[in-house]
């Protein structure tokens, strides 16, 4: 079989794995690429390959990094299935559109600019409708049970414990009499996640594709993630702030409401004040993920399904409001008393989020609360390292606000949970192990780990590089032909992105400096340096 890595190649976002044996190609997740105009530029990007040619896919959740080009992809012409569990089609079915509305809206914004300069309109990658229609692919399957292809291929999926309906994968292949495994891990998620199953622990593989978020460093706040959330909301409403919480509508929203439910007999008075707080969820988007929660009870842990057989809802409790509307929305930002306002998306890339940070970064009293990974070169990842200034709409904001970061809420396996669920293929372990999902810098020290504590060979396959694996001993890098996926002028867009973010800031240190007074002779130096870099950048263009 060869396998081609098509996106999440060192990098977090736009999973996506080519599989081709002499009968049949198939991808497991089509991901939408996330951050800078990099990360855009390319979900733009025809696919590598014929989309008619690929006979199915395989999806190991409904997060937009795995499913994103779906409609992408069904536009170009794929008919194949698209097969998941129930719970991830059903999130797919609010997902796919809400993201598909999004494309139209930013390209609309798009448009609009290019015309004042004269340039011609561009098409969204893909529209509400498409995203619909996309989903008459989606097949669901049960966890647990081997499904077997008629192009000799099997697959059965596992509880990832990283979302409703996420999957571990176990993909069998038989070629030249010899039957092979490798194992997708999808993303994995922390044990004792609320509501969700912890994740199901694989014994043997040939080879392995794990994630790697969270490869290098440990969620300090497990234990007390709950208090630490409650102090820091106790202290802003003392101080009359707001606090926003920029969350995945789909996943972190519903656990956070099932947590603070679920803790409230806890922490006694601290709670009881926080229950005179409104809670809103600003997002029609968690709204109909909160339902498709309640119908599939079915990937519930056994404690959250005690709440339910008690006649207790899990993802309720008092002072907790959801707001449909764009008018409920703005309400929120002209109101005097403090409130929670959870709001999508997770990344701040997109939706009321930015709304709602434009309202009260500038705020001292207020507090910007993160509970999941922000991915490099999102406005939320500027944010949690330190921006004091950001632009949203094309305004610059000050970044007054506390801003603060509680790990525990992440649904991705730190880096002990990821070494202790490769500690679980003790009948074999994996040959290679291909790491993806992950920051560069994540990738080499999470290889090392690997390598040192169970000698098994890992591989960081670069975006577009392909590998021929079997029953044998070993593994082969197919670099023919490959450079058609070398993105290389993404590279370029990378750099300059690099740099603008760079000079935004000297200007920012300059302006704050003006009333300091740089000697003459450090300002004529800096004078220097900056028109010869000028003269250097228009060579260059």
């Known amino acids: 079989m060869k396998i081609t890595f098509l996106g999440a190649a060192k990098t977090v976002t736009g999973s996506c794995c080519l599989l081709e044996t002499g009968d049949v190609k198939f991808l497991v997740d089509c991901g939408l690429f996330q951050g800078r105009s990099k990360e855009d530029a390319l979900n733009q990007e025809p696919f590598p390959f014929n989309p008619s040619e690929i006979d199915f896919i395989l999806l190991t ?16 012409g794929f008919r194949g299935e698209v097969i998941a569990t129930k719970a991830t089609a059903d999130l797919c079915s609010i997902m796919l559109p809400d993201c598909g509305h999004i494309q139209e809206f930013e390209n609309e914004w798009l448009n609009r600019k290019r015309e004042r300069a004269g340039r011609p309109p561009v098409e969204p990658l893909y529209t509400h409708q498409d995203a619909l229609d996309s989903m008459s692919l989606f097949r669901s399957e049960e966890y647990d049970e ?48 609320p509501i ?30 709950v208090e630490r959330f409650v102090d820091i909301i106790n202290d802003t409403v003392k101080k009359g702030g707001n606090v926003v919480i920029p969350s995945f509508a789909v996943g972190r929203t519903q656990e956070i409401i099932y947590d603070l439910r679920k803790k409230r007999d806890d922490y006694n008075s601290k709670i009881e004040s926080l229950m005179n707080v409104p809670v809103f969820i600003d997002s029609p988007l968690a709204i109909s993920a909160t339902e498709i929660f309640r119908k599939n009870l079915d990937c519930y842990d056994s404690e959250a399904r005690a709440y339910i057989e008690n006649g207790e809802n899990p993802l309720d409790f008092p002072g907790l409001q959801f707001t449909k509307t764009p008018d409920e929305s703005r309400a929120l930002n002209e109101r005097k008393e403090s409130s929670i306002i959870i709001s999508a998306s997770g990344m701040c890339e997109a939706g009321r989020i930015k709304h709602h940070l434009k309202h009260n970064l500038w705020r001292p009293e207020s507090t910007i609360l993160f509970v999941g990974y ?58 290679k192990i291909f ?46 032909g490959t450079s058609t996926y070398q993105f290389k002028r993404l590279a370029v867009i990378d750099i300059l992105e690099t740099l603008k973010e760079e000079f935004d800031e000297l200007a920012d240190i300059l302006k704050s400096d003006l009333k300091q007074g740089k000697s003459d002779t450090e300002v004529d130096m800096l004078y220097e340096r900056l028109k010869n870099l000028g003269k250097m950048m228009i060579d260059v263009l």
């Open 61 to 76: 959740h409904s997060h937009i990094d795995h499913s994103g080009r779906i409609p992408k992809i069904y536009n170009d």
């Open 146 to 193: 081997i499904i077997e292809l008629n192009c000799g291929i099997r697959f059965r999926f596992n509880d990832a414990g990283h979302i409703l309906g996420s999957s571990i994968i176990e993909v069998w292949f038989t070629e030249e009499g010899r039957d092979s495994k490798i194992v997708f891990s999808g993303d994995l998620g922390n044990r004792d996640i």
């Open 196 to 225: 969700l199953r912890d994740p199901s622990i694989i014994e043997e593989a040939d080879y392995l594709v794990i994630e790697s978020t969270y490869g290098n460093r440990l969620h300090v706040d497990n234990k007390n993630k």
């Open 374 to 431: 922000q991915a490099m070169g999102t406005l939320g990842r500027r944010l949690v390292d330190g921006a004091n200034k950001v632009k949203i709409f094309g305004e610059d904001i000050t970044v007054n606000a506390r801003i603060e970061m509680i790990d525990g809420f992440s649904g991705h396996a730190d880096r002990d949970g990821l070494v202790n669920w490769i500690g679980g293929f003790r009948k074999k372990k994996p040959r």
């Open 435 to 480: 790491i993806v999902h992950g920051e560069e810098r994540v990738m080499d020290e999470f290889s090392e780990l690997i390598e040192k504590q169970f000698n098994i060979d890992t591989v960081i396959p670069d975006k577009g590089e392909s590998f021929t694996i079997n029953s044998s001993e070993f593994i082969k890098s197919v670099r023919e």
